[in-house]
Antibody, heavy 120, light 110 residues
Framework: QVQLQQSGPGLVKPSQTLSLTCAIS??????????WNWIRRSPSRGLEWLGR?????????DYAVSVKSRITINPDTSKNQFSLQLNSVTPEDTAVYYC??????????WGQGTLVTVSS | QSVLTQPPSVSAAPGQKVTISCSGS????????VSWYQQLPGTAPKLLIY???KRPSGIPDRFSGSKSGTSATLGITGLQTGDEADYYC???????????FGGGTKLTVL
């Protein structure tokens, strides 16, 4: 049973960087059959996939076009976790953020969600 | 505006059946598996259907999925008040090289 535990601040000021971490138990971030994703939900956008990191002989990333210039998702093999950094946030980035494990692009395990509000 | 199109809302009485549609294109639904998720208020989404029509362990057979061409459908029979939730379809878009979701459908059990 894979469990994902999210951590990070719930309030970020405009123009600053949103940072969240997702700790994994029950699986290895270096698994060759999993992808590690960040997804958000907002009233205006519904569910929005932000990106993923995964290991297939080497570390790879895919990012959504909408955030590609501002996002970084990094694995941390020493702590079996992965992180999200979203730069230059605006109030439009206010959302509930989830980390999720997928086999390919079907999301079997989810973190508990973190409400992140962008406000001064 | 979402890449996949779902109706904003559907409703039906307890015990009845409802279907939720998800429309896309050849680059997403047309060439990739579709998944469906249920999101109850205040909780994380839960996988209901994967690979178009398969149910994870523990998901009752009241929930079913199908795909034809560039559209997919989620069916729910024997509706219960506990089924009131938002439902999302999702898949991979080969042209965007990204996961895409529908805008979500709110199910009301009257």
């Amino acid at each position: 049973q894979v469990q994902l535990q999210q951590s990070g601040p719930g309030l970020v000021k405009p123009s600053q960087t949103l940072s969240l971490t997702c700790a994994i138990s029950g699986d290895s971030i270096s698994s060759n059959s999993a992808t590690w994703n960040w997804i958000r939900r907002s009233p205006s956008r519904g569910l929005e996939w932000l990106g993923r990191t995964y290991y297939r002989s080497k570390w790879r990333n895919d990012y959504a076009v909408s955030v590609k210039s501002r996002i970084t998702i990094n694995p941390d093999t020493s702590k079996n976790q992965f992180s999200l950094q979203l730069n230059s946030v605006t109030p439009e980035d206010t959302a509930v953020y989830y980390c999720a494990r997928a086999g390919d692009y079907d999301f079997w395990s989810w973190g508990q969600g973190t409400l992140v509000t962008v406000s001064s | 505006q979402s890449v996949l199109t779902q109706p904003p809302s559907v409703s039906a009485a307890p015990g009845q059946k409802v279907t939720i549609s998800c429309s896309g294109s050849r680059s997403n639904i047309g060439n990739n598996y579709v998944s469906w998720y249920q999101q109850l208020p205040g909780t994380a989404p839960k996988l209901l259907i994967y690979e178009n029509n398969k149910r994870p362990s523990g998901i009752p057979d009241r929930f079913s999925g199908s795909k034809s061409g560039t559209s997919a459908t989620l069916g729910i029979t024997g509706l219960q008040t506990g089924d009131e939730a938002d439902y999302y379809c999702g898949t991979w878009d080969s042209r965007l090289t990204a996961v895409v979701f529908g805008g979500g459908t709110k199910l009301t059990v009257l």
